[in-house]
């Protein structure tokens, strides 16, 4: 594995609970959960990326999903979603080393983990993503609002690394890989020890 994302899974086993402290709490989280509920078709097939111990996403897709299929590279992370939101199906993967079926889900949603792989990673990203929605799925994420690359050393008590191009390049990313972007919102979020940090929220349709 890239140690860059060895940094992000070692990151999120040691902070699991601190973590779930701070998301499980998370307005902006919860208020683009309720974006995202409301885009689902009915009896949808959901892919969370970067899913944590499962809450509240997960648990609340369970509730409203056909069947949610949730990743993770953290095994910590992934053992707290299994006790949270059993019915979801779980990969405790890099996202980037996943392969689902062409066209297999309605939606997928990536809360804050686009920002931890490696930019140069993000176009095939994106375009994994669209190879596996339907036409006319629907992608909602959290992505960088500025260009950066590099390891935090204590971020919530351990080191992390992040990676994002500009909003610009991301946008220019997504249309590349076949998304029409429907919405796009730099939301400034309040972090443990980082007050405002901006992100670029966005809703994307397969085409």
Known sequence: MDERKKIV??????????????????AVRA??????????????KVLELGCGAGLPVTKTLTDRAAHVTAVDISPRQIALARRHAP??????????????????????CAFYAMTHL????????????ARWLKPGGVFLASL????????????????NYFSHPTPEESLRLLRAAGFAIEEQEI?????????????LWIVARKL
Not at 87 to 108: I, K, R, S
Not at 118 to 129: G, L, Q, T, V
Not at 144 to 159: E, F, I, N
Not at 190 to 198: A, M, R, S, Y
Request: charged share 25%; hydrophobic share 40%.
């Open 87 to 108: 019915n979801a199906t779980y990969f405790c993967a890099d996202m980037m080393a996943l392969e689902f079926p062409q066209a297999g889900f309605d939606a997928v």
């Open 118 to 129: 490696p930019r140069e990673e993000h176009s095939a990203m994106f375009a994994h993503i």
């Open 31 to 44: 208020h683009y959960l309720d974006k995202f509920l409301s885009l689902l078709s009915d009896n949808p």
């Open 187 to 199: 939301t400034r979020q309040d972090l443990p020890g980082e007050e405002g940090l901006p992100f």
């Open 9 to 26: 899974r070692d990151a999120y086993d040691e902070i699991a609970d601190r973590y779930l402290a701070w998301s499980g709490a998370s």
């Open 144 to 159: 960088g609002a500025s260009a950066t690359d590099g390891r935090t050393d204590d971020w919530l008590g351990a080191p």
